[in-house]
């Protein structure tokens, strides 16, 4: 999936644009990102050794451009996700809040589609849209957080039911798959749940089967998957 460049409309409603961060913004020995996701590595300003300012951070949630505030995102920002979703908008205390557009990408089962509005706490709340891919269609409401107030269109239903059945495990659960890549009716494959994305009823998954991975085109043994392509092993 390729990030929409600065200069399209969108994001440019969006508030997202960004620019290079420059030598004056190097990292500071010490400097903290408050957030475990993305605490690896950071390089920008840095107040009272927590990242404060504009600043880039990366970790296993991803990687971060855009403004901290004591430690958190705050502010506007682009997060590029583990998965290859993108949100680009605003952010409050290390959560999406305010405006913000939410990319799905080419990893999530719904990639192409996006939702464009308010957010709060990490979930759509206020007015937004949400728009299908590949026809285009959307789906406009008045959100409550993460849930409309208006009549869901059949796509919604789907998506809802997908997401609450893709993602009923809990972490650190052992799980099995016939469907995973590598896995056969014949040779199970056999993970543990790393992290869920409930709103778009993903998981991802840590394979432990060596058979699996030696036989699956995808070689890295955490793997973001469809939630429904999986199930507690027996």
Partial sequence: M?????????????GACLFPLSSALA??????VREPGLSERYAGACVAGA???????????????GEFRDG?????GIQHYGNGDIYAGQWRGGKRDG???YWFGKASPWAGDR???????????????????????????DWQPGMSLETPSGAMVQRARAARDGTN???GQQVCSVTTPGAWPGQIAR??????????????????????????????????????????CD
């Avoid at 390729?2 to 969006?14: H, I, K």
């Avoid at 958190?72 to 506007?76: A, P, S």
């Avoid at 409930?198 to 973001?224: C, F, H, K, M, Y």
Wanted: glycine letters at 14%; one cysteine or more.
């Fill in 2 to 14: 390729m990030f929409p460049r600065c200069a399209a409309r969108r994001l440019a409603l969006a």
């Fill in 27 to 32: 990292g500071q020995p010490g400097c903290i």
């Fill in 51 to 65: 990242a404060h300012g504009q600043g880039l951070a990366s970790g296993t949630e991803g990687r971060y451009q």
């Fill in 72 to 76: 958190l995102r705050e502010g506007r």
């Fill in 99 to 101: 405006e913000g557009t």
């Fill in 115 to 141: 939702y464009q509005g308010h957010w709060r706490q990490d979930e759509y709340a206020g007015a937004g849209k949400y728009t299908f891919a590949p026809s285009g269609d959307s789906y406009r409401a």
């Fill in 169 to 171: 495990f809990t972490i």
């Fill in 191 to 232: 993970g543990t749940i790393k992290k869920m994305q409930e709103d778009a009823g993903i998981v991802l998954i840590n394979i432990t089967d060596r058979a699996i991975l030696a036989a699956s085109p995808l070689s890295p043994p955490q793997r973001w998957e469809r939630g429904a392509n999986w199930k507690p």
